[in-house]
């Protein structure tokens, strides 16, 4: 399609197991960036991508969390050991490029992740 | 460090009724704003955006003039619609560093009645 893609859409999994959340971004952007939002508050970032390397992982929370982007097109982001309070929507979202300030940043509808 | 405070929602309009959701910001130097919508069942996508002090964002029918005197990028419509239904975010990038790394508000959900 032509928007960002993100797989699944829900995920239920239970506290202590491990997670993939996929993101395809749009074709041909260069720049990926992974939020995360939980229940009443806005996009917090975690973690972005210029090219195949992650340019700035200040926003991961713990070393449960990892994002990989082997290729330079679709993003892993991945969560070890998970807990109840990884429970939100993660949104992944691409841009054309990283120039400074531009702002426009294409999401996906998110991925809705429960912990039990 | 760099913060976005919206006004709390949701809020309810009837049709043709005048928004203005507010919106303010705490930054060193001098960031770029934005306003990002959410359509029900949609992703994320700009609305408008300003990058210096006095610049006016509009699309839409919306407009936001970016205050640095007040630190303040409060979005305005003169006629709401029904398809204006959506959660609203008020964001900035900060003046350093050069990605797209937005700081969001909290977001207010706004319903149009007909």
Redesign the interface.
């Known amino acids: 399609g032509a ?2 893609s993100q797989t699944p859409s829900n995920k239920v999994t239970e506290k202590g197991k491990y997670v993939e959340l996929r993101c395809d971004p749009i074709s041909g952007h260069t ?1 990926l ?1 992974w939020y995360r939002q939980s229940l ?6 975690l973690i ?1 991508f ?1 090219g195949t390397g992650a ?2 992982d200040s926003g991961l929370p713990n070393d449960r969390f990892f994002a990989v982007r082997p290729e330079g097109s679709v993003s892993t982001l991945k969560i070890q050991r998970t807990e109840r309070g990884d429970s939100a929507v993660y ?1 992944c ?1 691409s ?1 054309r490029s ?13 991925s809705r992740l429960t912990v039990l | 460090g760099n913060s976005v405070t919206q006004m709390e929602g949701p809020v309810t309009l009837s049709e043709e009724a005048f928004l203005t959701i507010n919106c303010t910001y705490t930054a060193t130097g001098y960031p770029s704003l934005f306003w990002y919508v959410q359509y029900p069942g949609e992703g994320l996508q700009l609305l408008l955006k300003a990058t210096k002090a006095d610049d006016k964002g509009s699309n839409k029918g919306f407009e936001a003039t970016y205050r640095k005197e007040t630190t303040s990028f409060h979005l305005e419509k003169g006629s709401v619609q029904v398809s204006d239904s959506a959660v609203y975010f008020c964001a900035l990038i900060p003046s350093q560093g050069g990605s797209e790394k937005l700081v969001f508000g909290k977001g207010m959900k706004l319903t149009v009645n007909p």
Do not use: N
């Not at chain 1, 009443?40 to 970032?45: K, S, V």
């Not at chain 1, 990283?98 to 998110?110: D, N, V, Y």
């Open positions: 928007g960002v720049a960036y009443g508050q806005g996009p917090e970032f972005y210029q340019a700035d949104l979202a841009s990283s120039g400074p300030g531009t702002g426009e940043l294409f999401f996906g509808e998110g």
